[in-house]
């Protein structure tokens, strides 16, 4: 038999529900949909940079909500020129003395203030190298140290990492970055496999 406890939980989840059927979609969007809002009307009244302004600033924001993460990485056929401009490497089999460059994207590095307008973001990346039965061969904390410094939160933030393996035996080979975010303090990791062409 439904108890009068159960009944008065589905009354307010109907409740709730109604309530919500009710409210108008904008008013519960969000902050991003807010700012979107301000943006277009900045860009209506002839104000297109302060309308980029109020998107570039709530996407900031946004992003530091979010759980750090790599966005991509993968082998690429040489050093990127700029977020999003890479040429991917067809496959990840090396030959000797050829480097291993990589490319990644983060999301959610968090900023801090420098004074004066200035915001940096800062990370480090740690290396370890397996081979295929998963033991590791090498380590090196702080294979690569990043400072990013200016006037806004750049979400577009990438790098790229250039392993050199020469002298490595041919086989099958796991590679593993982590990623640390100096200013957040927290951290976040993805593997790479690759092969070592013999002769």
Known sequence: M???TQLRKLAKACLLSALLAATPPAAIAGPLADAAARAEEKAKSGDPNGGYAEMRDAFANFSVTLPFAVGKALFVADKPVAYGAYTPRQDSV?????????YVELIGLAWKSLGDGKQQANFSVDLELADAKGDTLAKQPGFGNFTFTG????????????LDVNGAKSGEYL?????????????????????????
């Open 2 to 4: 439904t108890t009068t």
């Open 94 to 102: 090396f030959r000797q003395g050829e480097p291993l460059v990589t």
């Open 151 to 162: 006037y806004v939160r750049n979400q577009e933030i990438f790098t790229h990492l250039t």
């Open 175 to 199: 590679l593993r970055y982590t990623v640390n975010d100096v200013v957040g303090k927290r951290s976040t990791s993805f593997e790479q496999k690759f092969t070592v062409a013999g002769d």
